[in-house]
Each structure stands twice: as C-alpha cells, then as structure tokens.
C-alpha cells in the first residue's frame, strides 16, 4: 500500500520545496511577501485587462477548484491547452479557449498576433525561456519553460491578467499559505487543488452557452455606447 502512495507523497514533498525556495529567495532578494489576500499579479509583472470577464468562465474552461487565482493557456511543454492554479498543468478541451479568445470583445486585448503562445503557436524548434524570477529558475522540478503566456483570472475580482508562464508559477508560489497546501489531490500523474478530480469531464452545454450569451451582450451594449 506504501508503494501506490509514493509518487503521491514525493510529487507533494517537491511542490512544496519548490515553494519554500521561491518563498526563501524572496526574502533574500529583500522583497517582503505580503499577506496571500492582499497579493496581486502586477507585483511578477502582470498586466491587466480591459474587457468583462464571462460569469463562471473558468468552469466552461474545465476549471471546478476554488482557488481565488487560476491560469489558462498552452503549456510549452506539452502543448496542450490546460488551466493551473498553483499545482501541476490540468489539460483541457481547447475549442471553447479558442473562440472565447477570438471573441470580438476579447481579440482586441488578447491578438494573437501579440500573444501567438495563447492560441496554441509556438515557435519552430521550441527554444528555451531565459532563466528569470526570484529563484533562478522558470519551472517547478527543474523544468524550464519556452516563453509562453496565460490568461490570469482573480475569480474574486473577476479581473483577467495576461502574463509570461514562468511570471504566473513565480506568483501562484508567493501567493500559497504558509501553513497549509492547497494542491492535495494527485490524479493520473497530476497535482491538483480539490474539485479537478473529474478534469475529463466537459463543462455542460448550457454553461458554455451563458458564456457566449454574456460575451455577445456586451458586443451590443459597446455597439449601443457608440451609437
């Protein structure tokens, strides 16, 4: 029974080293961490975003956690499309990502032109992320990152951000409790917060629908303004 829980265990124990490293190296570089509620992205460089964030998004993405942050975008690595809010990247179905991106209210802050990483383009023969952050290093257990961005969502404030990948995995490590980890489910190989266990399951259609139905209000009401 030992062994079915080992790689569990030692997928937990290197997250949380992981952690505690960015978290030391803060503290050295001189920077104070401040309490996890009163962080923002902007402080590892996020920018935010102008446009209305659909109610329940995240879930249409795949998301069921309840962390306040999450992230979506391809990962370098895998090139899959997936969401993560701290612990390892959960795939998901990328059709819904991609239209959303392509949405007339989204497209103009998101172009793909500008963020090509976000619709799934990455650049022939995968080149490497300069090494960059707090603690020398892009990734978690040593991997490093193709320079890449996400989407980041404050599923509080409903306010998106975009920013680098390694930018979102240097926060989401500022932002984790000191007295507890959040990421406690280990399912096919994946460290995850409670409620993505049934990650394969797809968002129902209904929810995907309010999503569109939002976004296409707001085209009529920006229409209405200009008018």
């Known amino acids: 029974m030992r062994a079915l829980h080992s790689p569990r265990l030692a997928t937990c124990k290197a997250h949380r080293r992981f952690v505690a490293g960015i978290k030391i190296a803060a503290r050295k570089s001189g920077r104070q961490i401040p309490d996890p509620g009163g962080l923002s992205p902007t402080m590892v460089g996020a920018q935010r975003l102008g446009f209305p964030v659909p109610p329940r ?3 249409a993405l795949g998301y069921r956690g309840t962390l306040r942050f999450v992230g979506f975008g391809f ?3 895998t ?8 612990g390892d990247d959960i795939p998901s179905d990328q059709d819904l990502w991609l239209q959303f991106l392509r949405h007339p209210i989204v497209a103009p802050h ?3 032109d500008g963020y090509p990483t976000l619709y799934g ?7 490497l992320a300069p090494q960059k952050g707090l603690g020398g290093s892009n990734t978690r257990r040593g991997e490093r990152l193709e320079p890449a961005h996400c989407l980041l969502l404050d599923r509080e404030e409903r306010q998106p951000y975009v920013c680098q990948k390694d930018e979102a995995v240097l926060f989401f490590a500022l932002i984790e409790p000191e007295d507890a980890d959040p990421h406690s489910v280990f399912v096919d190989g994946l460290l995850m917060s409670p409620g993505n266990e049934d990650y394969k399951v797809p968002a129902p259609i209904e929810l995907t629908k309010q999503v569109w139905l939002f976004l296409d209000d707001q085209v009529a009401i920006t229409r209405g303004l200009a008018t």
């Open 57 to 59: 998004l995240e879930e």
């Open 75 to 77: 990962s370098p690595r």
């Open 79 to 86: 090139r899959k499309f997936g969401f993560c809010d701290g």
């Open 110 to 112: 998101l172009p793909e």
């Open 121 to 127: 383009v990455f650049a022939a023969g995968g080149g």
